[in-house]
């Protein structure tokens, strides 16, 4: 159970910084 946690969480924490480097290239154009 606390595996699976784990793991989703660092997806979610991966999607975000990948949302964030879009966004912030978006912005800097």
């Known amino acids: 159970m606390y ?3 784990k ?3 660092s997806q ?5 910084t990948f949302a964030m ?4 290239q978006i ?3």
């Open 3 to 5: 595996e699976m946690y």
């Open 27 to 29: 912005q800097g154009r």
């Open 21 to 24: 480097h879009i966004s912030g």
């Open 7 to 9: 793991r989703l969480r």
């Open 12 to 16: 979610s924490i991966r999607k975000v």
